[in-house]
Structure formats: structure tokens, C-alpha cells
């Protein structure tokens, strides 16, 4: 452990557990979903955004998905939906679709980019599902690449692109996604990006 508590960088294992520390302790974990390695933080935790922005060279007005276990876990960032809205999320999720909805009046800027919306997800991939789950709050979920390169699909990958500065690399395969999960508007059905094919 390092003296702020957190294991040491770029630390690999198969630990729930221990990666769910690395989140409650502001730090920063990779994890393999349906298509591309993801990096994740606390959603709600600006600090560690920070960190995982600055990681990347991304530009915080971009913003940021956020997934969760359930769509009720991801209810307090978004505006009340219709039944209608629900049900159409809810028909795809679990799975690698991101959805782009009317955003909370006090959903965080730094997920935002300053923006009325949000992109939210309910992964189909257990590990990132079960950590949300244990984690019982949302959590970030952006490529594990330099901003504008391809997105690592494995474990060694993240770990040589990022020697330092994520706390825990999740070591699990990624599902059958060749690539990022499509993104499309919960207003208008229009597709932002498309996804990755099987």
C-alpha cells in the first residue's frame, strides 16, 4: 500500500474486493466491459476525475459516461423519466448501449462537461456490473487509451500504456465487443457512435 492507502499502481488482479477499495479510496481502476478495457473512478468523486482526466489528456468538456448496476443507481444524475423512457432503456440494458439523457439540475459538471445531458449505461459485463454493484454507487467508465488512440482490450495493455497512475488493473478478458459501445440520444434515437460489432 502506498501512504495514501491505495495499492500500489498499476497493481493487477482478479479482486473485486480490492478494486472497490482502490474506488472508495478516490482511486483509479481498469476493467475489462463488453468490448474495450474501461477506466473508472468514483462518478461523484471530482478529485478522482480529475486525476482520470489529466491520465488521458481528455478534455473535461467532453464529459464522461457513467455506468451503474441498475438503472436505479444511475436515477440521481438524470431528470424523471417517462414510463415510456424507462421502459426503452430498460429494453436494452444490461448491454453496450449508452444512452445520452436529460441530466439532474445537480449532476456534477465534471461528468456533464458542462452540458444539460448525460451518457449512462447499465454494462452487460459482469465485472463492471458487480463493480458498481459492490462498489453501490456509479462509477466512471471511459477507453483505457491516451485520448484519441484505440482503447486496450486487455490487461498487459492498460498496464503498458499506463505504467503509473491507476491504482488496480481489473485482469479479465473483455466480452465479444470488437469495440466501444454505441452511443445514442434517449430523446431523439439519434446514434452518436456507432458500436462495436460482434
Known amino acids: 500500500m502506498t501512504e495514501s492507502g491505495r495499492p500500489q499502481p498499476t497493481q493487477q488482479g482478479h479482486s473485486l474486493a480490492d478494486a472497490v477499495e482502490c474506488l472508495k479510496a478516490g482511486g ?5 466491459t463488453e468490448g474495450v478495457f474501461g477506466l473508472g473512478c468514483d462518478a ?9 482526466l ?6 473535461a468538456a467532453k464529459g464522461l459516461i457513467v455506468i451503474g448496476a441498475s438503472l436505479l443507481q444511475l436515477e440521481p444524475l438524470i431528470q424523471p423519466l417517462t414510463r415510456e423512457q424507462r421502459r426503452k432503456l430498460e429494453k436494452h440494458w444490461p448491454g453496450p448501449l449508452t444512452w445520452i439523457v436529460p441530466a439532474a439540475d445537480d449532476a456534477p459538471e465534471w461528468l456533464t462537461g458542462g452540458r444539460d445531458t448525460i451518457a449512462v449505461r447499465v454494462p452487460a459485463h459482469p465485472i463492471a456490473c458487480n463493480l458498481c454493484q459492490l462498489f453501490r454507487g456509479p462509477i466512471v467508465s471511459t477507453s483505457a487509451n491516451r ?3 484505440d482503447a486496450a482490450r486487455d490487461a498487459d495493455t492498460v498496464a503498458g500504456l499506463f505504467p503509473t497512475g491507476i491504482d488496480y488493473i481489473f485482469d479479465c478478458p473483455v466480452a465479444g465487443l470488437k469495440g466501444p459501445s454505441e452511443i445514442r440520444e434517449l430523446l431523439t434515437d439519434r446514434v452518436i457512435r456507432p458500436g462495436g460489432g460482434q
Do not use: C, F, I, T
Request: overall charge negative; proline content about 4%.
Open 28 to 32: 483509479l481502476v481498469a476493467y475489462p
Open 44 to 52: 461523484l468523486d471530482g478529485a478522482a476525475v480529475d486525476r482520470l
Open 147 to 149: 485520448s484519441g488512440e
Open 54 to 59: 489529466a491520465l488521458k489528456g481528455r478534455e
